[in-house]
Structures are given as C-alpha cells and as structure tokens.
C-alpha cells in the first residue's frame, strides 16, 4: 500500500509556527516550534515565464508571491505530504513530490485524497458508486482498493496542488 507521512502547522502567533511530524504508522512527535519566517514571501512574476524566447519586460518583478496566502484558503486544516511510492505515477504524482492537503474540503467523486484505511495511509482516487467507496490508484500494477463494511476508514484530506522538486 502506498505511505505517506506529514507535517502539520500551526501558527502560534505573527512569528511562530508549531509543527507536528508524523510518522508513517500515524504516530505524532513532540511538537516544535519554528519561526514562521522559513517560509517567506516570494517573488512573483505576474507576466509569466516563456517556454520559448525570453521577454526583456520579464526583468522586473512588481508582485510577491506567498503560498500560504495565494494557494492555501484553509491554512489550519491544510498540511503537507512528501509522497512515497508509485501507485499514482500516471497521474504524474511520483515518489519525492509534495501533496498539499486540505482537510476542510468534503471529498468527491474523482478527488485525489489522502486517507486511511485500517491504520495505513494511502493517496488515491477518491470514487463514489452504488453506494461504495473506491480508492483508485493509476498505475495498472495496483488494484483499487473497495472500503468494506468494518474496516477502519477516514479521509483526511482532498490534494489541492502536487509540488515537484527539479533539482
């Protein structure tokens, strides 16, 4: 089964944020405290970026980017994931990406979502049919996973962005 482990953030006050890491089985680490400011305010580059010729109006950069505050509308019930794994490889979700996870956001049909089912984590496709519950990877060499009646099953969040590092 694919598994994931998270960090989950809470901001404590204007300088500093609680983290709380988890383990693949689910179990917490003492809290820490970091100052919030490892995760700055970027530049952002409101033109765009060409995949062709570059453009000289591209030099100078008028707006920042911060992700909490432009990719994150629940920054409380939102965490991260590195994901492990290739059971969603032809989503193009590989192993090393980041999922940004957001756990106010009820899960649909069709959703990518991080759930646990009978004490593992797994990242799958979240599918509603008939009144069952399926978790679907995409990859062919994994099988969808049917929630049955007595398994221990909870959603924890619906992926709103997959970062990929290229270096």
Not at 2 to 7: G, K, T, Y
Not at 81 to 110: C, N
Not at 113 to 124: P, Q, R, S, Y
Request: some cysteine; glycine content about 6%.
């Amino acid at each position: 089964m694919f598994r994931i482990s998270h960090v989950c953030t809470k901001k404590v006050d204007k300088t500093l944020c609680t983290v709380y890491f988890y383990s693949m089985k689910n179990t917490i680490t003492k809290p820490e405290v970091f100052d919030c400011s490892m995760f700055p305010v970027l530049p952002y580059f409101h033109l765009g970026v060409r995949a062709g010729f570059p453009s000289p109006a591209q030099d100078f950069a008028e707006h920042t980017l911060d992700f909490t505050r432009d990719f994150v509308p629940h920054p409380d019930a939102t965490f991260y994931a590195r994901v492990r794994g290739d059971s969603m490889k032809d989503d193009g979700i590989f192993d090393g990406d980041i999922a940004v996870i957001d756990k106010a956001v009820e899960p649909k049909h069709g959703n990518l979502v991080v759930a646990m089912i009978n004490g593992e984590f797994t990242l799958k496709r979240f599918h509603r049919k008939d009144n069952r519950i399926l978790l679907m990877p995409a990859n062919p060499a994994f099988k969808p996973i049917e929630i049955k009646e007595g398994d221990d099953f909870t959603v924890w969040g619906v992926v709103r962005m997959v970062l990929k590092p290229t270096l």
